[in-house]
């Protein structure tokens, strides 16, 4: 046998045996604890409740608000399999990783499709032009404005977005695919409008106000402080090498020269803290990832004291000592 059917066996034994762990355990199970909502009563309405479920820990299940829960338990264990499936991309491309994968970006994007339609077709677009309709039929508890018409002054302006989001559609037409072009352009220049002033507060003005700082600290009984005094003689600097680095109208020789090789040191350190702080938040991720495998779904560790170890490991009497020591 080759290596790759050697592995399939291996996987193969390893889910039945995580599966058989599961129903002997309970491990996997997800409770929820129901609560009884009373919505915003206006006046000549019947008034309206809906359940809200909350996770709640396995430890209270025996309390009357806490029931087992299916399709969390289900959540859990579909989460579990797929993170098992996107780390066999260690052992290499295989199947397994692929179909977890295009789950993982098919989901995502039917995710951002309807997030995007309630939040905002229904409750932004129609919630604006019909508020009463899309409270009778969608939106039961969205707070009530006044019923603005959509031919009134007032209302008329969210008429513009819904024609050109039609328009928008004509992109999925054979014929007459040129009148998305005109939404589609006002979109782009709108976004970009708005993040260009967005982002030039925040990181252009933002910038340029921290590093005019003072080269000179003073305590505030007036004597000299040290390290605050180094730090803004560092940042001035850096920030003025880094400059001088990007500045080509003159060739980089002599003291330009010196400086921009500064700059060149400067912007090394800076990539690699950047580089570090990412490896370090994807090593964050990984260790959220291996967590929620030994904690949630396999019940062989409990740092939160969610559940009771005993109740855990009264099945399988071999796995209370591994308990009891995680």
Known sequence: MNARTIWTIIFIFGAVALLVRGVMTGAGSAYVRSTEVQGKVQTGESPISWMVYTAADPREQSEPAVSYSLPRTVGVWVAALLTLCILSFLWGDNPFYKFAESVVVGASAAYVMVAGFWSTIVSNLLGKLTPAFVRGWAVPGMSKPEDIPWWSDEGNWYIVPLALSIMLLW????????????PLAFFIGATAGFRLVGFLGPDFVSQIGNTIIPMYVKMPDGGFDLWPTVRNIVTVIGVLACLVYFFFSFEHKGVVGRTARLGIWFLMITFGAGFGYTVMGRIALLA?????????WLWIIDPTGKRAIEAASAATGWLQPLAWTC
Not at 288 to 296: I, M, P
Request: hydrophobic letters at 50%.
């Open 288 to 296: 959220e990832r291996l967590q929620f495998l030994f904690d949630d």
């Open 171 to 182: 992109r999925l037409s054979p014929k007459g695919a040129w009148i998305a072009r005109w």
